[in-house]
């Protein structure tokens, strides 16, 4: 039972982490979309990159379950 449980634990805090990496990934092409050229264009590439990063978020916790074992 605290196996278990030290396995649970170690999963969610692995999970806090793999969310601070994709955040750190998510800033850097957010970064780079320059104002001033096509603003449709970089809304939709904006709004992409959202919905990719919602969706990663999503799964890393499925992903960090995977890796300790946890389930």
Do not use: E, R
Not at 29 to 56: H, N, R, S
């Amino acid at each position: 039972m605290g196996h278990n449980y030290f396995k649970s634990l170690f999963a969610v805090g692995f999970q806090g982490m793999l969310i601070m990496v994709c955040m750190a990934v998510y800033a850097v092409p957010v970064q780079g979309i320059a104002a001033g050229g096509d603003l449709m264009g970089d809304i939709w590439i904006c709004v992409g990159y959202t919905v990719l990063l919602c969706f990663v978020l999503f799964k890393t916790g499925s992903l960090s379950k995977s890796i300790w074992g946890a389930h």
